[in-house]
């Protein structure tokens, strides 16, 4: 037994120091300017660029060749936990963030496994909806490193060649409940990563951070509740700091080099109802979109979306930066599906575009007022739609410079809602008791997905698709006039981004979950689509609860990607980036 056990022990050690010295072979370190400007082939942010846009220029996958596209390899993901990720993609190495904070480095040519990353676990500390489930959305590289964010709510940094540990901090306790579902944006040599887990009440409250790439030293900290006696504590009523919460940063912010703002979204005031919190004033900077100076953290200005948030409706979502009428606008759309357009510059509102399906809040679209529709009271059941599941969530919306429109895809579920009362006492309070009933929007004409476009110029709808069961990923455009997305009932489609007309599809291991991307690796063009189970917000709730018959796997968190045959069009093509009108 011994002499096995010895043997046993040595292969184990062998086999770690295997794994420890494969390296990625000549490594190109990543600039500031190349983060800023991407290699065409490359996906080195968390949506491609530092605009959020979710495109790429490449075109060797379009319409006319798509129909030959064909799965060229695929890899079995973590599968201990949800899986919503972002490949990164640098010179023909993907690096991928798995559930945990396991990161690993694959040739993106054929799928092989060139080193992995695999952190003590910690214990989830999210709620219901699934933000504590191990999710983690994206990494980060610049560098000779990449940067990853830990559900314990650490930062670290790993040697992008062999997956060393360079360093880790620990940015807040998770004993507290704080922890990080998306992983950090790179401005300036800095680390900037959004907290979350800020529901239960405590000393502190939710803030968006940032480390110095090469130390790992916390540079800057700005919170995303107002505090007594600052800017905006009053907004809060006479509730002291212990009961505040909310305000998470749970998704990457944008940046601008011309403003040099970093743009980022702030979650809802909790406990959700107004009557739960005990005040029903502002909560700012809840469920706003903060301008800040990367340098210090200073908030240059902000814009609040829903003053008092009531009923869970989230505008924390990405921020597209997109120039449209002569104006450097930012573009966001929450749960409520209404599309707001700011001016990036000074924060001053433009216009709101309201999809009509909400009827929560009316927004004037000249000026932007928001004036509530349905406010919760204890005990009385309220029927809203959407539900606070919401009609747009984490799947990011993607921006085609070739047809000036925004790709959404959605949910389409209301909900007869009874909010309950929270206990104010620290280490409580939480997004407060809701007992819900669940059903489909009802002009859905019985479906609970959406896959939509929408002209930025002027709000109006210019196809759209619907599915049985919710989309769940995020949309990707491409040059090569297509547009990309996936549901939760196994589908991956590959759309006209003109017309809409679905131009190939398949059916996946599990369901299409995450941020699809597409990069060149050794010439070629790849699409990598995440596939996965669990899932932030609801994913997994709504699709079992309102459609029943229909099943997706319980496991098989992967990467499926898909390229041509060899034979189809393999020349390399990039198109000249486009300029908005």
Same mark, same amino acid.
């Given at each position: 037994m011994t002499r096995r056990l010895v043997i046993w022990v040595s292969l184990s050690v062998l086999v770690g120091s295997l794994s420890l010295r494969a390296q990625v072979k000549d490594f190109s370190p990543v600039t500031e300017p190349m983060l800023r400007n991407p290699a065409p082939g490359d996906w080195l942010n968390w949506r491609r660029t530092d605009n959020a846009w979710g495109y790429s220029p490449l075109d060797q996958i379009n319409t006319r060749n798509v129909q030959r596209l064909q799965l060229a390899w695929s890899w079995a993901m973590d599968n201990t936990g949800a899986q919503e990720a972002t490949p990164l993609v640098h010179e023909g190495i993907m690096y991928l963030p798995n559930p945990h904070g396991v990161i690993q480095a694959l040739d993106a040519a054929t799928g092989d496994l060139i080193w992995e990353f695999r952190p003590k676990r910690a214990k989830s500390s999210g709620e219901a909806g699934g933000e504590g489930n191990g999710v983690q959305r994206n990494i980060a590289i610049f560098g000779d490193k990449i940067f990853g964010t830990t559900n314990d709510a650490h930062i670290i940094a790993l040697d992008a060649q062999s997956g060393k540990l360079a360093w880790d901090t620990q940015v807040a306790d998770s004993k507290l409940g704080y922890q990080y579902t998306s992983g950090p944006l790179v401005v300036r040599g800095k680390i900037i990563a959004g907290i979350s887990g800020c529901n239960r009440y405590k000393e502190d409250v939710c803030f968006i951070s940032a480390l110095d790439a090469a130390t790992g030293k916390e540079v800057w900290r700005t919170s995303t509740i107002s505090r007594p006696g600052e800017p905006g504590g009053d907004t809060w009523g006479d509730l002291p700091l212990t009961f505040r919460a909310g305000g998470d940063a749970w998704i990457p912010g944008s940046y601008d080099p011309g403003t040099n703002l970093i743009y980022w979204g702030t979650a809802q005031a909790k406990p959700w109802a107004r009557a739960a919190r005990g005040t029903d004033g502002d909560a700012l900077y809840t469920n706003s979109t903060l301008a800040l100076d990367p340098d210090t953290g200073k908030i240059k200005w902000f814009y609040q979306h829903l003053p008092g948030e009531t009923q869970d409706m989230d505008e924390v979502f990405e921020r597209l930066l997109i120039d449209s009428g002569g104006r450097k606008s930012l573009f966001e759309m929450g749960k409520l599906g209404i599309l707001w357009q700011l001016d990036r510059t000074t924060g001053k509102f433009i216009r709101a575009t309201d999809l009509g399906y909400q009827n929560i809040v009316q927004v004037d679209p000249e000026s932007g007022k928001v004036t509530y529709l349905k406010i919760p009271q204890i005990g009385v059941e309220l029927e809203m739609c959407p539900s606070t599941a919401g009609f747009k969530d984490w799947r990011a919306m993607a921006f085609s410079p070739q047809t000036n429109a925004l790709y959404i895809p959605m949910s389409l579920n209301c909900e007869k809602a009874t909010f309950g009362e929270a206990d104010k006492v620290i280490g409580k309070g939480g997004n407060g008791p809701v007992d819900r009933r669940d059903y489909k929007y009802p002009q859905s004409d019985g479906n609970l997905g959406q896959f939509l476009a929408m002209d930025i110029r002027t709000g109006k709808v210019l196809w759209r698709h619907r599915t049985p069961s919710p989309s769940n990923t995020a949309a990707l455009a491409t040059a090569g006039g297509l547009v990309i997305g996936g549901d939760w009932d196994r589908h991956m489609y590959v759309y006209n981004a003109a017309t809409g007309k679905i131009?190939?599809? *398949?059916?996946?291991? *599990?369901?299409?979950?995450?941020?699809?991307? *597409?990069?060149? +690796?050794?010439?070629?063009?790849y699409i990598a689509m995440p596939a996965g189970t669990g899932g932030g917000s609801w994913s997994t709730l709504i699709p079992s609860e309102l459609a029943p018959e229909i099943r997706a796997p319980r496991s098989g968190n992967a990467v499926l990607v898909f390229a041509l045959p060899a034979s189809g069009n393999n020349e390399s093509s990039? +198109? +000249?980036? +486009?300029?908005?009108k």
């Open positions: 131009l190939w599809q *398949t059916r996946l291991i *599990t369901s299409a979950q995450g941020f699809p991307i *597409t990069y060149l +690796a050794k010439g070629k063009q990039v +198109a +000249a980036p +486009a300029k908005s």
